[in-house]
């Protein structure tokens, strides 16, 4: 028997990518069609958009990919065995009901999640494996363990702020990453961030109160993702800072993430425990 006719070859799970014509899904898209590791069955987008009913490939100007882009989410994802997805929360929530009935793995990168959006994938996540994180990427995760290693550290003399700034398309603030740090410097604290957050600063706000964490959002041009938290106290400030100037870095731990999840049972992970930082 040749090669080509060995039928123990395991087979790459099948992945299906939704939000197919956006930033992150075009960048997944690329990275998957040269993986080893996944092969793409399936690019959704939204009912009424352009590229319904082109081939991927063509769509993205390239060569043809052999997956047409639909908006039949039923369909495409029954027969995929991981879902990567970086729509809108809404879309996230419609996604994760039906990656959980086909009982495949559902990797979620996107930000702007209110608590009824967490409630819907805590219930979907009972049935399959969901990982999500407002960042994929290895070097922000790293920097979530620094920022509350440092935060524990230091006492509440150092006030803790989190910059971020992003390219001018960017719908939701403070971003996704923002939060996990500034949710990481919390715990540092032995604190919930939603005690000690001040999302937005405008007018006489009075002066900062001890121990509170602020954010700022910087919107503009094409900027991929900048953060950093800022530790400052009378005489002396800390910044630790992460660059991201390519959205690979996002969707190379997206597609780790899918793979990563293929053996695991029905919960929810985030990129720590894809990544082995945890602890
Ligand atoms: N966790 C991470 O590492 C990262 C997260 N993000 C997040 O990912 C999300 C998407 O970011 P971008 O790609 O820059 O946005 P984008 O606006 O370029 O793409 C979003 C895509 O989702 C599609 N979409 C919207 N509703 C849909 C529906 N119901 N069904 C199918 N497709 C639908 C849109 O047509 C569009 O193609 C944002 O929430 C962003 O914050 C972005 C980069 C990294
Ligand atoms: O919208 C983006 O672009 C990004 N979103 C994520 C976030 O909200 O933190 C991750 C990254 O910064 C890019």
Redesign the pocket.
């Known amino acids: 028997m040749s090669d080509l006719q060995n039928t123990d070859q395991p087979q790459r799970p099948g992945v299906v990518v939704?939000?197919?014509?956006?930033?992150?899904?075009q960048m997944l898209i690329r990275l998957i069609l040269d993986s080893d590791h996944l092969r793409l069955v399936g690019a959704?987008?939204?009912a009424g958009?352009d590229w319904i009913g082109q081939d991927i490939g063509t769509a993205m100007g390239g060569a043809p990919a052999g997956v047409t882009v639909s908006?039949d989410?039923v369909t495409a994802i029954a027969q995929a065995q991981a879902v990567i997805d970086?729509?809108?929360p809404?879309?996230t929530v419609?996604f994760a009901e039906l990656t959980a009935q086909a009982r495949a793995v559902h990797v979620i990168?996107?930000?702007?999640l209110e608590q009824r959006h967490l409630d819907a994938l805590a219930a979907a996540a009972r049935h399959a494996p969901i990982i999500r994180?407002?960042?994929?990427?290895l070097g922000v995760n790293l920097l979530v363990g620094l920022t509350r290693k440092v935060a524990a550290a230091l006492g509440t003399d150092w006030d803790i702020e989190v910059v971020e700034s992003h390219h001018r398309?960017?719908v939701?603030a403070p971003?996704?990453t923002a939060l996990m740090l500034g949710e990481a410097a919390a715990q540092g604290r032995g604190a919930a961030l939603d005690d000690l957050r001040v999302p937005v600063r405008d007018g006489i706000t009075g002066a900062r109160a001890p121990g509170s964490i602020g954010f700022s959002a910087i919107r503009g041009g094409d900027v991929v993702?900048e953060h950093d938290v800022i530790f400052a106290a009378d005489g002396e400030r800390i910044v630790l800072r992460h660059l991201a100037t390519d959205?690979a870095i996002?969707a190379r731990?997206?597609i780790r993430a899918a793979v990563w999840g293929q053996d695991k049972g029905p919960g929810q992970y985030d990129m720590m425990d894809v990544l082995g930082l945890q602890g």
């Open positions: 939704t939000g197919a014509s956006g930033r992150m899904g959704l987008d939204r958009h908006d989410a970086f729509t809108s809404d879309a419609a990168g996107t930000t702007g994180a407002g960042n994929m990427s398309h960017k939701d971003s996704g993702g959205r996002f731990g997206a």
